[in-house]
C-alpha cells in the first residue's frame, strides 16, 4: 500500500486549501486515515482523522476550521483547511491503518501560510 499526498502551497492569512491523499495497492479494508503535522525538530501531531465507518476526530487547535472527509471508492482522504493562520504553516502527512495495526505513511505536503 503507498499513499500519494498533494494539494499543499502557499496561502494568505484566513485563506483555504484541501490536501488530498491517495491510497494505492492492493487492500480490502482499512481502518483509519488520517493527517498529522510535524515541525522541524518537533514531534508528528494529529491533526484529524476519519475511520472507514466516518468518524473523526479533531486536534482542538484546528475544530471548527479544518474538516476530515473520504472517498472509499476512490480510497482518498482529504483535508479541508479553512482560515489559516500562521502557525499552521508546517509539513503534513496522511496516514492509513490497516486492519492488521499496520500504520502506512505517505510523503508529506508542505503547507505555507503567510501573515
Known amino acids: 500500500v503507498q499513499l500519494q499526498a498533494s494539494g499543499g502551497g502557499l496561502v494568505q492569512a484566513g485563506g483555504s486549501l484541501r490536501l488530498s491523499c491517495a491510497a494505492s495497492g492492493r487492500f480490502l479494508r482499512f481502518l483509519s486515515m488520517g493527517w498529522y503535522r510535524q515541525a522541524p525538530g518537533k514531534e508528528r501531531d494529529l491533526v484529524a482523522s476519519i475511520t472507514s465507518g466516518g468518524d473523526t476526530n479533531f486536534a482542538d487547535s484546528v475544530k471548527g476550521r479544518f474538516t476530515v472527509s473520504r472517498d472509499n471508492t476512490k480510497r482518498t482522504v482529504y483535508l479541508q483547511m479553512n482560515t489559516l493562520k500562521p502557525e499552521d504553516t508546517v509539513v503534513y502527512y496522511c496516514?492509513?491503518?490497516?486492519?492488521?495495526?499496520?500504520?502506512?505513511w505517505g510523503q508529506g505536503t508542505l503547507v505555507t501560510v503567510s501573515s
Open positions: 496516514n492509513i491503518r490497516m486492519p492488521s495495526g499496520t500504520l502506512i
